[in-house]
């Protein structure tokens, strides 16, 4: 299957069933979007931080699979829990199975995701081709902590302060000039008395904004899971 159309994010909005490793049965879940790396699920069961979890999902009778995952974030809304899973852990039958589901039940998005173009322009915004497995998985936060990066193409060292953060991209503002697909070593303060988060990205946008402060968008190279868990909690 080709990495084209794997990291979609496909809104699917149904009911499913759950279980943990361990757990005797299935329970009652609700699954807001899904992808390849992972997924986003509200249950009023409450899942473990901070560690990797196991657990079977059940999305129809056709698709059960089995998986290992990390939660990114969670939220309460309306007393159910809402959780963003990154997958650690998946087989390559599993993601098949995922993608055959989408095919059966969502073909329209199928249909209009395919051929989604790569590049896009828009309020004289400078965005490099980006590939669907770029996209963000889940929820971006507004978190504005002080950041500093190396520009590992000129060597330079820049100020920034974040505007906003997710498990796979930070938005931020410099008065730095960056283009597209620069590679970036960063380093974020997070208010929580440790060392400061180290991560590398690249350059996906930039743009001008006023005051001479360009806004910047970063594509992470992996997503460090443990420190984006810090990040969130001072959030």
């Known amino acids: 299957m080709s990495e084209r159309r794997n990291c979609f994010r496909w809104q699917i ?28 699920v509200s249950s009023r069961k409450k899942l473990p931080r901070d560690t990797f979890i196991k657990l079977s999902l059940c999305l129809d009778e056709n698709c059960a699979i089995n ?26 039958s599993n993601k098949e199975k995922i993608y055959q589901f989408i095919f059966r039940n969502f073909p329209e998005q199928v249909s209009r995701c395919w051929w989604q173009g790569l590049t896009e322009e828009k309020g004289g915004e400078i965005m490099q081709k980006v590939r669907p497995e770029d996209k963000r998985i889940f929820a971006r936060f507004s ?48 208010p929580d008395k440790g060392e400061p988060f180290y991560t590398r990205g690249n350059v996906i946008w930039s743009k001008m904004a006023e005051s001479d402060n360009y806004r910047v968008g970063v594509n992470l190279e992996k997503a460090n899971l443990m420190g984006m868990s810090r990040v969130l909690r001072t959030i």
């Open 13 to 40: 909005d149904r009911q499913a069933k759950v279980k943990l490793e361990g757990a005797e049965c299935f329970s009652d879940c609700h699954i807001k979007d899904i992808n390849l790396k992972g997924i986003q």
């Open 67 to 92: 998986i290992e995952a990390w939660v990114v974030w969670h939220k309460i809304i309306d007393g159910f829990n809402l959780y963003g899973l990154y997958f650690s852990r998946i087989h390559d």
């Open 143 to 190: 978190a504005n902590f002080p950041l500093r990066f190396l520009n590992l193409r000129s060597g330079k060292e820049g100020e920034a302060s974040t505007q906003d953060i997710s498990a796979k991209g930070i938005g931020f503002v410099t008065r730095e000039q960056l283009q597209p697909d620069t590679l970036l070593e960063m380093w974020l303060q997070v």
